[in-house]
């Protein structure tokens, strides 16, 4: 078992990375290693109910014992626990776990399993046997006692410095509201909260409240009326002897814009913009506007600004198309009979989009689309609302769609070149030059490569006839300085 276990922690160790190049203070440090071991010990402890329910389902710690017999002090249970530990760690706790296994086994003989001295895990192996950490209330080497005593640092309104570990000052931390070294005193807009003199609220630490929020800086209690001074926003009303009371500087002039609100908030204001309706407003909403904005009406049942109706020039007295007091020119029509302003339907005249698009009426107004790619003409978009059909495509059997026309099938082809071969494409066609042929000025030619060829073979044939012709002329020369 001790083999596996010695395995286990082996293949772990060999991921362990390094750790991100972060500068630790020295108290980080310290406070990192307590961390590490007393994630071990909450671990442990996990195990141990694990471990109890795995087994037999856990709940009364004397049942358990005696249930699970001699399991609940073994070794192998040990390795169980420990194992789990190794499995769910971070590499800095399973190393530190590794390095004192053998100490975790000695509390567990010595100390759990014999009941002996009843040591927690905590203070056997993390304050006494690595000693990386501190009880509770104490700091540093020697764990000795934080400022205002260990029961109680900093009297229970801070934290000391290195507090539990093996690091820090043991210094003061003292929380919002509290100054001193010992956290006894109120800080600047808070105010000491009195009790009552018994004996059970002497043994009580001081306790400090935040002054009023129209307080400046210090005050003697709750409330406006107990500031010693009024922060800007807030005046001192002496008279009703209620203290700091909120200026509203909404009551009067505005210091917003046309199209914005006054919003009055304690010690301040801020300007907010109206609602879309208006063309400004007293607050929030369209029922809030003074005067509607253009091309807006008041309505009757709701008070509220609301639109007129689109087809309207100015203005209205209602939402519905013949409240407006004169119709738009552009994409709208007077009806004479019903006093409506109408939708002119741009898309009756023939001249409204080119000859590849469709129209579209919209409210007022109309929309150009580009037709499908197979029509010339059409009515609306997709294939099958072609009218005409544009070249390379002609009207199916039915006279339902344009299909393509595969001119390549065609008897007469249109590729007149010997040397090319016809490739039909949707629409169109196109003529492609046959293997070892390119096209130049407009024609097939015959590849370079090719041609290449033929010379070199001209050029060697040349080359033995001036040999010979050259080893001829040699021998008449040699013929003639004999005779000589």
Same mark, same amino acid.
């Given at each position: ?13 060999? !991921? ?56 609940? !002090? ?28 053998? %100490? ?237 302003? %109408? ?37 609306? %978009? ?103």
């Amino acid at each position: 078992m001790k083999y596996e276990k010695t395995i286990t922690f082996c293949v772990l160790l060999s !991921f362990i990375l390094v750790l991100d190049a972060v500068d630790l203070t020295p108290l980080m440090k310290i406070t990192k290693k307590c961390d590490s071991c007393k994630k071990i010990v909450e671990k442990f402890y996990e195990g141990l109910k694990k471990t109890n329910k795995a087994n037999f389902g856990g709940g009364n710690t004397a049942w358990e014992e005696k249930s699970l017999g001699k399991f609940f !002090f073994s070794e192998t249970r040990l390795y169980e626990i420990t194992d789990s530990i190794y499995q769910s760690s971070d590499s800095e706790t399973a190393s530190m776990l590794g390095e004192y296994e053998e %100490d975790v086994e000695v509390w567990w003989k010595e100390h759990y399993s014999k009941k002996k001295d009843h040591i927690n895990l905590l203070e056997y192996i993390c304050i006494n046997k690595i000693k990386v950490c501190c009880p509770n209330g104490t700091f540093g080497e020697n764990c000795q006692p934080c400022v205002g005593g260990s029961e109680k640092p900093c009297n229970g309104n801070g934290k000391c410095e290195g507090d539990g570990t093996r690091g820090g000052s043991g210094d003061c931390e003292c929380k919002e509201g509290y100054l001193g070294n010992l956290c006894d005193t109120c800080a600047p807009k808070f105010y000491r909260v009195l009790k009552e003199d018994t004996e059970e609220n002497s043994q009580q630490p001081l306790e400090c409240k935040a002054c009023h929020e129209s307080c400046k800086d210090n005050c003697t209690g709750p409330g406006p009326n107990l500031c010693f001074r009024c922060k800007p926003g807030w005046n001192f009303d002496e008279e009703d002897g209620v203290g700091c009371v909120d200026i509203d500087e909404c009551a009067e002039d505005s210091p917003c814009k046309d199209d914005e609100y006054c919003n009055n908030k304690p010690g301040s204001h801020s300007c907010e913009k109206c609602h879309e309706h208006c063309k400004d407003c007293t607050g929030p909403g369209a029922i809030a506007c003074k005067q509607c904005a253009p091309l807006h009406f008041r309505d009757e049942n709701t008070l509220e600004c609301s639109p007129c109706h689109p087809g309207c020039a100015n203005s209205c007295t209602g939402k519905e198309a013949n409240k407006c007091d004169a119709c738009k020119e552009e994409g709208w029509k007077f009806n004479e009979e019903n006093k409506n302003c %109408d939708d002119v339907d741009e898309c009756e005249k023939e001249s409204a989009c080119s000859e590849n698009e469709y129209c579209l009426n919209t409210f007022g107004s109309f929309a150009c689309h580009k037709c499908h790619k197979a029509c010339q003409k059409c009515s609306k %978009d997709g294939i099958e609302n072609c009218l005409t059909c544009a070249s390379g495509y002609e009207k199916n059997e039915n006279d339902t769609t344009c299909q393509d026309i595969d001119e390549c099938s065609l008897e007469n082809g249109p590729c007149k070149d010997s040397n090319e071969d016809c490739l039909n494409t949707v629409g169109s066609f196109t003529c492609e030059c046959k293997k070892n042929f390119e096209r130049k000025d407009g024609k097939c030619l015959q590849k370079n490569s090719q041609k290449k060829k033929k010379r070199k073979t001209k050029k060697v044939k040349k080359v033995e006839v001036n040999k010979d012709n050259l080893a001829e002329e040699n021998l008449e020369s040699e013929k003639n300085k004999d005779e000589l």
